[in-house]
């Protein structure tokens, strides 16, 4: 533990430091345990490239191996290709509780394991009446009412390893294998994607996604759709417009290699910065683009990125594969009530935001939301009034299209822990990847999903 006024442990902290390290260009890595995995993204041959403004990035993986072609034809080319299917991870960082986010009120152990954190009442699933939402909650449990949540009540692995960091890790790479480089979605678009759109990966948040690492393609990561700019001090206006300018000109085409390879790179961060120009904030601070629905009101990114992501999606811009963090503090070894509340109430309210602005704009059935966490709690509560480290976590897909069925069963608190009193995974990570590979996005998962042809695939889309 961390401090007495502090929920999250030590572990979740250096997890933290290790991947926004990792993922910012320059800075290098700070000292790993031994056994410790890399963050996906590190180790790889890449060129990356950060523009710092209003807190914004761009990471442009494999940029050495592009070519001026790609470039000169422009990122405009992959907006006029058919609306493609979008995934869009979010996590809930530091190990969600699966028993309080859907509590086994109808288990007789539940009250014997947690006298204090034990709740009561709520919406009941219609697959297993022994499992009840959180009441904060709710926004979930609204749209899963309208069939538009598939629930996974006990996600994870075998053999689950409760460290942040290589936990997290590997549900980013999608394998149990600390040597994989690239995130489960970097491949995929590394097989689909191309090397003049860097937007076909996106991560929303202040660090590269490692989910979204890529071998060869660029992908990008911005802090909101209203923040990707190039700020210089003491440079406004007009001077501003033709600086900007005059760096889109170091994309050039070069004889030097070394400048080739940064003029890429600078051509690709000038396309983006047009491309999302129509969305920067105004001076007063509120965003140009359009939002049809009412998002929550919070000092928290969460809803404003997704309102811009929503944007995004409906202006045309060729996004792929998307990825963002959830608020809140999920890693709750201490007072959990309070904690647990407060991001899931704010995580779930702004997805119901978010899926009915998609739907307001006629796009949902072009977007999937994955919801996930590196693993869950422990069964039985602690002298803190909180949970520590588990296993099976919970997990859910949103979306117009999601089957809306159950995947995996709540295996139950008398046979469905084991030997550390923590819930056994009925579902397998891996094969919800292979799946949504499969059915959403329409690839194969062999050669993406190590040993893909071992996990079963739920049948996740209808």
């Not at 320059?26 to 056994?35: D, V």
């Not at 045309?316 to 407060?342: F, I, K, M, R």
Request: proline share 6%; charged share 20%.
């Amino acid at each position: 533990m961390t401090g007495p006024d502090c929920n999250h442990c030590a572990g979740l902290s250096r997890s933290r430091f290790l991947h926004r390290a990792a993922a910012e260009a320059g800075r290098g890595l700070p000292a790993i345990e031994p056994g410790m995995p890399l963050p996906a993204g590190t180790g790889l041959s890449r060129r990356s490239f950060l523009a710092h403004g209003l807190g914004a990035a761009l990471a442009v993986y494999g940029a050495s191996r592009l070519g001026i072609r790609a470039f000169e034809e422009g990122i405009a080319s992959a907006a006029t290709s058919p609306a493609q299917p979008v995934l869009v991870s979010v996590f809930l960082e530091g190990g969600a509780d699966g028993l309080s986010v859907l509590s086994p009120q109808g288990d007789p152990l539940y009250q014997q394991l947690r006298p204090q954190l034990a709740l009561a009442g709520g919406t009941a699933l219609r697959e297993d009446g022994r499992l009840f939402w959180h009441p904060a909650a709710g926004g979930l449990a609204q749209l899963y009412t309208e069939n538009k949540v598939t629930v996974m009540p006990a996600i994870g692995y075998t053999h689950a390893d409760q460290s942040h960091f290589t936990s997290r890790h590997y549900w980013e790479v999608g394998a149990t294998d600390a040597n994989l480089r690239t995130g489960w979605l970097g491949r995929y678009l590394d097989r689909i994607g191309t090397p003049d759109n860097p937007l076909q990966g996106l991560s929303l948040d202040d660090t590269l996604a490692p989910a979204l690492a890529t071998a060869k393609l660029p992908v990008a990561s911005i802090a909101g759709a209203d923040q990707y700019d190039f700020g210089s001090s003491r440079v406004w206006g007009q001077v501003e417009e033709r600086m900007l300018e005059a760096f889109g000109l170091l994309g050039a085409p070069r004889s030097d290699p070394g400048l080739r390879s940064v003029g890429m790179v600078a051509r690709q961060a000038d396309r983006l910065r047009h491309q999302l120009l129509p969305f920067q904030s105004g001076s007063d601070g509120k965003p140009a683009f359009t939002i049809p629905v009412p998002y929550p009101q919070s000092d928290d990114p969460f809803p404003k990125r997704l309102a811009g992501l929503a944007a995004m999606l409906g202006a045309g811009l060729p996004l792929h594969a998307v990825a963002l963090s959830a608020p809140g503090e999920y890693d709750t070894h201490s007072a959990q009530a309070g904690a647990l509340a407060s991001g899931l109430q704010l995580t779930s309210d702004s997805l119901l935001a978010f899926q009915r602005d998609l739907e307001a704009r006629g796009i949902a059935d072009r977007v999937l939301v994955h919801v996930w966490s590196e693993f869950g709690r422990r069964a039985k509560e602690n002298g803190s009034a909180g949970t520590d480290h588990g296993a099976a976590g919970v997990g859910f897909l949103v979306g117009t299209r999601v089957a809306g069925t159950m995947v995996g069963e709540f295996p139950g608190l008398a046979s469905g822990l084991d030997e550390d009193g923590n819930l056994k995974a009925t579902a397998d990570f891996r094969g919800i990847y292979a799946a949504l590979l499969e059915q959403w996005l329409g690839t194969d998962a062999a050669g993406l999903i190590p040993g893909a042809a071992s996990f079963a695939r739920p049948t996740l889309i209808r």
